[in-house]
């Protein structure tokens, strides 16, 4: 592969973007190497600024789940465009997804949309507090809930679990509020709620993590958060930024059978137009303004084309019958087959999946927090995916990330992935 046009693309960007791109991970620097200029994409190909072209594993994050640029779609969109692009008022298609969500999701009776997954997860804390009287609250080293302060906060030092800044700019009071435990540890959970009583707003956890490469919940981990919760008067809070729509109509809720107090959204309820929501059930949600005093708002919230694209994309999963067993069946296979060459390699690595998501941890055979997922080589899966990149597979450029699979990847992908991944070699 050539990447002359991105190389030029990237020093261009680079002038007069910060790090030359608007999302820091974007950016290649935890596998090194130029980051690739995508020009267009379809199906389950993009195409480069040099016109190398690419079988797409990260799916814009999780937004393609159908692959890129669906027909109908693309028709919604465009008729949607015709109408206007965006009106700062009520309009019926808002309530018509909302309406889809409330309807098809478990114990949600209402639903604001938002512009991005932070804003949802930001403004779901504030409504938690708002609703609960209380400051704090618990998320998990290694979850990712958007970049707003409350979140960007590393693990302190010692048992204490409590917050520390982990980005300039996060004042040392914000971060008291914020208490961090292990992924699938619920003693840590339950000192936390000893250590705090009466003060913890809520829980929020990836029901499946995603941001730390794909790290599943075990021994009835969200079950026992759930319980927690109800012992100690907090919320539980499902962020299914990356799992609504994805794991299964009714997301992890659903496939766990765990009731969240509220879920968050993003990604694929708006089918790659920038979206993110947050849901619960009526008694939390009437706190929210204008009803409640609890304040959030937004431009461009409800947008109609990204309600349009949205719509279109969850009727189309809702009227395919097959669409997660597809979906899951590829990454099933993906898992196995992979896994299958990886062994005849004798290359020590664990593969972790969840419906249509997963990553692939090298020399480690178990993950199940950030701890663990940190101690895997990740050298050695920057070398895995820049052989894989330089014959046309795209993976999530960050050992911390999960694939994303979507209904575009057929035996056609499958087979071309694997025979590229036969002919990986490592020193
Ligand atoms: P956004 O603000 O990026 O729309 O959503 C934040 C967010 C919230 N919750 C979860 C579970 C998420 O995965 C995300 C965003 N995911 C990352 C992927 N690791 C977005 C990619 C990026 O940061 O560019």
Redesign the pocket.
Known sequence: MLYQRSSALFDEAYKHIPGGVN????AFKSVGGVPIFMKSAKGAYMTDADDNVYIDYINS??PAILGHTHPEVLEAIKKQAEKGFSYGTPSELETEIAKLIVENVPNIDQIRMVS??????MSAIRLARGFTGRDKFIKFEG?????SDSFLIKAGSGAATFGNPNSPGVTAGTAKDTLLARYNDIEQVKDLFRHNQGEIAAIIV?PVA??MGCVLPENNFLQNLRKLCDENGALLIF?????GFRLGFGGAQEVYNVKADLV?Y??VIGGGLPV?AFAGRNEIMNHLAPKGAVYQAGTLSGNPLAMRAGLTTLELIRKDGNFYKNINKTTETLDFEIGKILNSKNIEHRINRKGSMMSIFFHINAVSNFEEAANANHSLFNNFFHQLLANGIYLPPSGY??WFISDAIKEKEIDRTLEVIRKFEYS
Not at 239 to 243: A, K, L, P, Q
């Open positions: 999302s820091p991970v974007r994050w999780g991005s997954g932070t804003e949802a997860c979850c990712y809930h958007g970049h990836e995603g941001n962020d299914e930024v990356m799992t968050t993003g990604k993110g990330e999960t």
